[in-house]
C-alpha cells in the first residue's frame, strides 16, 4: 500500500491538490514559507514522543530553519493519533501575538472533529497566510526557497 493510499483514508488526493495550490496561492503574495507533512501515524520508536517533538524534528529535517529570514512554517499531522503541531520560525514568531498558533490549532481542532481534514488544513493556511503576507510581503527578485510538495509519511 502506497503512502498516498495510507493518507486517503483521511484527505482524497482531489484535497491534497486543493492544500497545495492554497500554498502556492499565499506564497505567491509572500516570503513566508509553509510546508505540510502528513503522517498515518508514530512509528514505533516514536510512542513516548510527543508531537510537537516530531514537529520540531521535521521542521529541521525539511530544513525549514534555513529561509533566509527564518519565515518558515510547518503544519504537522498525525492522523491516527487525531494530533497535530504548528511549528513557525523566529522570524515568523517574533511577529505574531501569544495566543494566535492557539486560535489556529482551536479552528483546525474543530474541523478535524467532524472530519473535516482539508478544511481544517485550509483555515490554518489562509491564516497563516494573512500573517505571512501582512509582516512578510512579497518583494520583486523573491525566489521560493522551499518546496511546496505535501510530505506524506507512515
Known sequence: MSLKEIVSNYISVEDLKKVSGAIEEI?????????????D?????????????????????LEMDKTS???GVLIQIIFREHEFSIVADEGVNSKVITDTWSDISLGMSLR????????GIIFALEEIGKILIK???IRDGDVNELSNEIVIRK
Open 112 to 119: 478535524f472533529k467532524t472530519d473535516q481534514y482539508c478544511e
Open 135 to 137: 509582516e512578510f510581503p
Open 27 to 39: 506564497e505567491k503574495q509572500t516570503r513566508g514559507e509553509i510546508r505540510i507533512s502528513l503522517k
Open 41 to 61: 501515524h508514530k512509528g514505533y520508536l516514536e510512542q513516548g514522543i510527543s508531537s510537537w517533538d516530531l514537529a520540531l524534528q521535521e521542521f529541521y529535517e
Open 69 to 71: 529570514e527564518k519565515t
